[in-house]
């Protein structure tokens, strides 16, 4: 695709994300959210003895 083609699409993507919302972002923040939670759970540092 030329560049002429791809800022073609950019008024498509922003109506749906306004009709939808921004799905890719909503999902980038919950995955990062579960990867911190993850982490808190998987943390056996607490459990060491002398730390």
Same mark, same amino acid.
Do not use: K
């Given at each position: 695709?030329?560049?002429?083609n791809?800022?073609?699409? /950019? *008024? @498509?993507?922003d109506?749906?994300v306004? &009709?939808?919302? =921004? /799905? *890719?972002? #909503?999902t980038?923040q $919950? $995955? #990062? #959210? @579960?990867?911190?939670e $993850?982490? &808190? /759970?998987? =943390?056996?540092?607490r459990f060491r *003895?002398? =730390?």
């Open positions: 695709m030329t560049t002429a791809t800022s073609g699409l /950019v *008024p @498509i993507y109506s749906m306004a &009709e939808h919302g =921004d /799905v *890719p972002t #909503e980038r $919950a $995955a #990062e #959210e @579960i990867q911190r $993850a982490a &808190e /759970v998987l =943390d056996w540092n *003895p002398g =730390d």
